[in-house]
């Protein structure tokens, strides 16, 4: 069974620094990796699948990278509607959730 | 515009069946490279994938959940549902469906996703 550890649990940074989250899998899981942002009482909404592949309609600023067992969403610049929680997710015979990172206003 | 809307009690009692419907709109159930999948998220903790399914009936399911959870489809009135058996308090959730787009080599990804519906399990 694949584990997802994403870290840090919850980061604190100010609007236009840069975000970098890490997402961390027990076993290889190749490109099979997608990131969902989640807001406060709101469902998770797609950004990055494939590891790098922005979903529709989300902003340059969002990046994926990695490959193996780790891999980083990273923000390029933090604006005030970014601070949310986000979820890596793995899928191959089944899905699995990191457990998130917070990522809060400084 | 793609949408989802999950419904059902928003209560369940100890040991009882929990059963949630999502009705999709805006395209359909039927469509090919799709699956349709639901997710919970226990109250402040993170995401737990429940099972998938093809509309032609053919599911997957967590491994931990597989003994328990039953999804189907209903390909007339375009929505799919989950019954969930002998629910405890740990069952309490918020439930989310969702669209998964399958991928060339794994499962794929979720979206979108419909805005979730609290279940409450409690005598």
């Known amino acids: 069974e694949i584990v997802l550890t994403q870290s840090p649990a919850t980061l604190s940074l100010s609007p236009g620094e840069r975000a970098t989250l890490s997402c961390r899998a027990s076993?290889?899981?190749?490109?099979?990796l997608a990131w969902y942002q989640q807001k406060p009482g709101q469902a998770p909404r797609l950004l990055i699948y494939?590891?790098?592949n922005r979903a529709t309609g989300i902003p340059a600023r969002f990046n994926g990278s990695g490959s193996g067992t780790d891999f980083t969403l990273t923000i390029s610049s933090l604006e005030p509607e970014d601070f949310a929680i986000y979820h890596c997710?793995?899928?191959?015979?089944?899905?699995?959730f990191g457990q998130g990172t917070k990522l809060e206003i400084k | 515009q793609l949408q989802l809307q999950e419904s059902g009690p928003g209560l369940a009692k100890p040991s009882a069946t929990l059963s949630l419907t999502c009705a999709v709109s805006?395209?359909?159930?039927?469509?090919?490279?799709?699956?349709w999948g639901w997710i919970r998220q226990p109250p402040g903790k993170g995401l737990e994938w429940i099972g998938s399914?093809?509309?032609?009936?053919?599911?997957e399911y967590n491994p931990s959940l597989r003994s328990r959870a039953t999804i189907s489809v209903d390909t007339s009135n375009n929505q799919f549902s989950v019954k969930l058996t002998s629910v405890t308090a740990a069952d309490a959730a918020v439930y989310y469906c969702?669209?998964?787009?399958?991928?060339?080599?794994?499962?794929?990804?979720?979206?979108?996703w419909g805005q979730g519906f609290l279940v409450t399990v409690s005598s």
């Open positions: 969702a669209r998964q787009v399958i991928s060339a080599g794994g499962l794929g990804w979720f979206d979108p």
């Open positions: 805006g395209g359909s159930i039927r469509s090919s490279g799709y699956y």
């Open positions: 399914l093809y509309f032609s009936g053919y599911t």
């Open positions: 076993h290889s899981v190749s490109s099979y």
């Open positions: 494939d590891t790098s």
């Open positions: 997710q793995y899928c191959s015979n089944w899905f699995t």
